[in-house]
Every structure is written in C-alpha cells, then in structure tokens.
C-alpha cells in the first residue's frame, strides 16, 4: 500500500510539473516562427490599435493610412523575394504593388518579421531602411504583427491579423 501511495503522488506530482511548466521564449506564438512557417500568401484581414484612439490618422510602412492596407495580398515566397499588392479605393487609397525582401528575425527571444522595401533593379544590400513587426501570433492558418509606432508622444501598437490565402 506504501509504495502505491507513492507511486500515485510521484503521478499527482509529475503531472503537476508538467501542467505548470512556462513556456520559454518571450513571444505568445502557438508555434514558433521561421521562413517555413511564414511563407505562403496572406491577406490583412484587419488592424486595430492598442494605445491610439480608433479613427487616427496614421501612416503605416512610410507609404499610405492603414486603411489602405485592410485587404492587401502579402506574397512572401521561400526565396525571401515577396510583394504586398494595396487593393482597397476607399478614403483616397491608391492601388499598388510593392516588391520586397523580407525574414524572420530574432530579437530578444522576440519572433520578428521584417522587410525592406525593394524598387526595380535596386539590390536589397542597397536599401538600409526596412521594418520590424512582432510576430505576436502564429498558426497555419493565421498570424498577427505587432508593431511598435511614435504617437503624440507614446508609444502605440498597430495590430495586424493575416489569414492565410
């Protein structure tokens, strides 16, 4: 009966362990980030704010308001050579593809995944500007970006979910 009794607690005990046990690395992905996990086709199927008031005008990626980027395709091949196409007309919204090189980044046990704009017959070690976003959640079918903005003085947070396409 005395081992029995042990043998049930050292039980109690290890699923206990194994139920508490944190998860290591400061991001909350359902899997971790890498080429292989982010590349595919994907679609931002929405943007909220966390620490900007709803309505604000804010550019996103030096380039339009975020509006502009609600529906836009993200092409992002295993050779790291992608493109975002913008697609919406509302509120002034210009039509465009943009060709990027883009990778997964590692910043501080972080998941980021960054990307530089790239122009026709431009090399990307030419280009020093680029972008990071935190790649706060990641699963096969959707993914969400982070991404850290100057507003009025503090710091916000544009959030991005993408469905894969």
Same mark, same amino acid.
């Given at each position: ?22 998860? @290591?690395?400061?991001?909350?992905? +359902? ?16 943007? @909220? ?79 020093? +500007? ?21 507003? +009025? ?11 894969? @396409?």
């Amino acid at each position: 009966m005395k081992h029995l009794t042990l043998a049930v607690l050292c039980m109690v005990a290890a699923v206990f362990a194994i139920s508490c046990k944190t998860q @290591s690395g400061a991001t909350n992905t +359902e899997q971790s980030a890498s080429k292989g996990s982010v590349k595919g086709n994907w679609v931002i199927t929405d943007i @909220s704010f966390d620490g900007i008031p709803r309505g604000s005008k804010v550019t996103v990626f030096d380039e339009a308001s975020y509006n502009c980027f609600k529906g836009s395709q993200w092409i992002l091949p295993s050779n790291n050579n992608g493109s975002y196409t913008l697609s919406s007309t509302e509120d002034g919204c210009t039509t465009a593809t943009q060709s990027i090189v883009w990778s997964i980044y590692k910043q501080g046990g972080v998941d980021m995944f960054q990307f530089k704009k790239v122009g026709s017959g431009v090399k990307a070690k030419n280009v020093t +500007e680029g972008y990071r976003v935190e790649i706060s959640s990641l699963n096969n079918t959707s993914m969400v970006w982070r991404a850290a903005v100057s507003f +009025e003085g503090k710091t916000g947070y544009i959030i991005y979910t993408l469905q894969r @396409s």
